[in-house]
């Protein structure tokens, strides 16, 4: 209840110092759920989180009051600041270190939290403010480690991790205009809230578990689908988002970076590609330790997600 409420606090404000109260909620909140007797990697996870959040408030509430008081005169460093601190809790790069290694430590639900609901309030900070050279840095790095860092990662975790990062980039590089960049938030979210969700049920947590997963042919196209969606591939959901911002990037006459963006993003659907390869090379028996799941609720479910595209598509050409 906390997280949700404080996640409400810093988007109804309207001033910097009830953000800044919404995100410290935030983080109290969140840290707790990271803590896992099970797993003792979460305690040093939840210390990571806890430190890493801590430094950029300081960094944030520092520069908000002398930005208030007007104490530097050049006030184009104070905003530089507050851009940097903003990003070290959205984990854009090159602040990004701190995520894949404490998403290892933590379930699929709270994964999720992390990737979606806790990217709301520090991106809608960043669309009030104005933007600036560390933003358009922080945008090709966060495409190109996003990209680079997970293609030799077996956990699927920390591949997710690195996929998450590609994607802060592409919701900067949209974060002028609040309702493209929410829109990207919610289908992103939407899809990764099927994956997080199928991931759990099957009990994967890395690659080599593709090929020990007893699964029909209508689970391995829809988990085929639901990945060719992640990366973006027309025409399944994910394109959308992706196609939105190329829309608008080629309206402001950006075309060097949305160039950079497309080619770097065929990089993250290689390593999405990669995940299936094992499930579909293998042969497909019935062996007594294969794990099997009969939920046959999740690839309906990821089938009815994806085909959302096609039908948007449909309707646009019929209006």
Known sequence: ???????????????????????????????????????KSASEAAMIYFLTQSVSSMLLLMMILIYMCKYLTSMKLCL?????????????APFHMWMPKIMTSMNWLKCFTLMTLQKLAPLFMISNLNNSIIINLSILLSIVIGS?????????????????????????????????????????????????????????????QMSMLNMTNMEKFSMFMMMLSMGG????????????????MINESEFIMITVMIMFSLITLMFYLRVMTNMFLSYNSSIKWMINNQNKLTPMMIIMIN?????????????
């Open 1 to 39: 209840m906390i997280l949700i409420i404080s996640v409400m606090i810093s988007l109804s404000s309207n001033n910097w110092i009830s953000m800044w109260i919404g995100l410290e909620l935030n983080m109290m909140s969140f840290t707790p759920l990271i803590l896992n007797k099970i797993n």
């Open 80 to 92: 530089l600041i507050i851009n940097m601190s903003i990003l070290i809790k959205l984990g854009a």
């Open 148 to 208: 680079l860092g997970g293609i030799n990662q077996t956990s699927l975790r920390k591949m997710l991790g690195y996929s998450s990062i590609n994607h802060i980039g592409w919701m900067l590089a949209i974060n002028k205009s609040m309702n493209l960049w929410m829109i990207y938030l919610m289908i992103y979210s939407m899809m990764m809230m099927v994956m997080c969700y199928t991931f759990n049920s099957y009990k994967m947590n890395y690659m080599n």
């Open 233 to 248: 591939l027309p025409p399944f959901l994910g394109f959308l988002p992706k196609w939105i911002t190329i829309q608008n």
């Open 307 to 319: 085909s959302m595209l096609p039908l948007i598509m449909i309707m646009d050409i019929v209006g």
